[in-house]
């Protein structure tokens, strides 16, 4: 009779994962504690996210479901903003349908949507890793939601470890995080001052003669103060100057303007601006190439008509505004109005500009920050 084989018995699996899964709990919650922390547990079942909401906002997990309706109706209703960002090609409808349905496991939308819904922001805290934040609001008076976010499979509720857990979660503050973001707006807001701040003061002597030579205006203080407030731009001033001798003109009356257009230059009116302009260009890209833009060394020099004599003020001023001198280039009193106008030429100036070079300004803006949905 042939013997049977001997069976060998089977070694019983060890719990290592579990153990290493206990391991890690305990780890998670000394660093917690260390921020004087705890971690209130939910229930596993696919409801864990909004189970760990309905704790830190109501104090009971039971309500999960009231927070997935609330949450997955805010989705439907901003459907632009959330349909771009649902993966494997799933039509928005049939996505919402089961994230209503219970059991469905959150993930980064519902983390946003669960943000602006409860009009609070989001701290995820996770083992030995940087924690995670959901900042839609920036008033510090916002509530603050701590879940603490484990294996990438399950959420739990984080309290303070003062809390007694009887109903919404008591205000959590790590002094750490505050004292970084803080600091990271002031270096923020100081640098953007210190860079405008900056560019203001700078006005190239060349560029004022380039815009002296171009608009027939002898009056450097008026020619620099316009460039400060077009931020250097060449050509805005230029226009703004022109733009303003013409505001200018039309309040004089009509008997001075008919006398003045009598004795006026025309071909001096509409040769000299030009002829001048682009000689100052051509000097002041040279000059800006052989000194690097040293506007500390470099003095403004317009030489214009009026240099070689006096002109009586209330002779017709001989740049070709059609207005008598005192009210033209003999004139300090169109400082005040600079601030005024400056903001009407420049809108006319970028079409007309766009249109003759043939390029596009970059425009910054700063849009609105409205969170990160890949966290």
Same mark, same amino acid.
């Given at each position: 009779?042939?013997?049977?084989?001997?069976?060998?018995?089977?070694?019983?699996?060890?719990?290592?994962?579990?153990?290493?899964?206990?391991? %890690?709990?305990?780890?998670?919650?000394?660093?917690?504690?260390?921020?004087?922390?705890?971690?209130?547990?939910? #229930?596993?079942?696919?409801? $864990?996210?909004?189970?760990?909401?309905?704790?830190?906002?109501?104090?009971?997990? %039971?309500?999960?479901?009231?927070?997935?309706?609330? @949450?997955?109706?805010?989705?439907?209703?901003?459907?632009?903003?959330? /349909?771009?960002?649902?993966?494997? +090609?799933?039509?928005?409808?049939?996505?919402?349908?089961?994230? +209503? %349905?219970?059991?469905?496991?959150?993930?980064? *939308? /519902?983390?946003?949507?669960?943000?602006?819904?409860?009009?609070?922001?989001?701290?995820?805290?996770?083992? *030995?890793?940087?924690?995670?934040?959901?900042?839609?609001?920036? %008033?510090?008076?916002?509530? *603050?939601?701590?879940?603490?976010?484990?294996?990438?499979?399950?959420?739990?509720?984080? !309290?303070?470890?003062?809390?007694?857990?009887?109903?919404?979660? !008591?205000?959590?503050? @790590?002094?750490?995080?505050?004292?970084?973001?803080?600091? =990271?707006?002031?270096?923020?807001?100081?640098?953007?001052?210190?860079?405008?701040?900056?560019?203001?003061?700078?006005?190239?002597?060349?560029?004022?003669?380039?815009?002296?030579?171009?608009? $027939?205006?002898?009056?450097?203080?008026?020619?620099?103060?316009?460039?400060?407030?077009?931020?250097? +731009?060449?050509?805005?001033? @230029?226009?703004?100057?022109?733009?303003?001798?013409? *505001?200018?003109?039309?309040?004089?009356? +009509?008997?001075? #303007?008919?006398?003045?257009?009598?004795? @006026?230059? &025309?071909?001096?009116?509409?040769? =000299? &601006?030009?002829?001048?302009?682009?000689?100052?260009?051509?000097?002041?890209?040279?000059?800006?190439?052989?000194?690097?833009?040293? =506007?500390?060394?470099?003095?403004?020099?317009?030489?214009?008509?009026?240099?070689?004599?006096?002109?009586?003020?209330?002779?017709?001023?001989?740049?070709?505004?059609?207005?008598?001198?005192?009210?033209?280039?003999?004139?300090?009193?169109?400082?005040?109005?600079?601030?005024?106008?400056?903001?009407?030429?420049?809108?006319?100036?970028?079409?007309?500009?766009?249109? !003759?070079?043939?390029?596009?300004?970059?425009?910054?803006?700063?849009? &609105?920050?409205?969170?990160?949905? $890949?966290?």
């Amino acid at each position: 009779m042939a013997k049977t084989k001997q069976q060998k018995s089977k070694p019983k699996k060890q719990p290592h994962q579990k153990q290493g899964k206990d391991c %890690d709990l305990s780890q998670f919650r000394a660093q917690l504690d260390a921020l004087g922390l705890k971690i209130i547990q939910v #229930t596993a079942d696919g409801n $864990c996210f909004f189970r760990a909401i309905a704790d830190q906002l109501e104090g009971n997990e %039971d309500e999960h479901n009231k927070y997935r309706n609330m @949450i997955v109706l805010y989705i439907v209703k901003n459907r632009e903003m959330f /349909e771009p960002f649902i993966e494997d +090609d799933v039509p928005f409808e049939d996505y919402c349908k089961t994230m +209503d %349905d219970d059991g469905t496991w959150a993930g980064n *939308m /519902e983390l946003q949507a669960a943000s602006l819904v409860t009009r609070s922001n989001i701290c995820i805290h996770r083992n *030995m890793s940087p924690r995670w934040y959901i900042r839609n609001f920036e %008033d510090t008076r916002t509530r *603050m939601i701590h879940l603490s976010y484990h294996d990438g499979e399950h959420y739990n509720s984080v !309290r303070s470890k003062e809390d007694a857990c009887g109903g919404p979660a !008591r205000p959590v503050v @790590i002094e750490a995080d505050a004292k970084v973001s803080a600091a =990271s707006k002031q270096a923020k807001a100081t640098e953007s001052k210190s860079k405008n701040k900056a560019d203001k003061c700078h006005v190239n002597a060349g560029a004022i003669k380039v815009v002296m030579s171009g608009s $027939c205006c002898d009056n450097t203080e008026k020619a620099e103060q316009v460039l400060l407030q077009v931020n250097g +731009d060449v050509d805005a001033a @230029i226009e703004f100057l022109i733009a303003d001798q013409g *505001m200018e003109s039309l309040t004089e009356n +009509d008997t001075e #303007t008919a006398s003045a257009s009598d004795t @006026i230059n &025309p071909k001096h009116a509409s040769d =000299s &601006p030009m002829e001048n302009t682009e000689q100052a260009r051509e000097e002041l890209i040279e000059e800006e190439s052989a000194s690097g833009n040293n =506007s500390e060394t470099v003095q403004a020099k317009c030489t214009t008509q009026t240099d070689d004599k006096k002109i009586p003020r209330n002779k017709t001023c001989p740049c070709g505004s059609k207005k008598k001198y005192k009210s033209c280039c003999g004139t300090a009193t169109g400082r005040s109005s600079v601030k005024l106008l400056v903001s009407q030429t420049m809108e006319s100036k970028k079409g007309r500009k766009n249109l !003759r070079r043939g390029t596009s300004n970059e425009v910054e803006a700063n849009a &609105p920050d409205v969170g990160a949905l $890949c966290i």
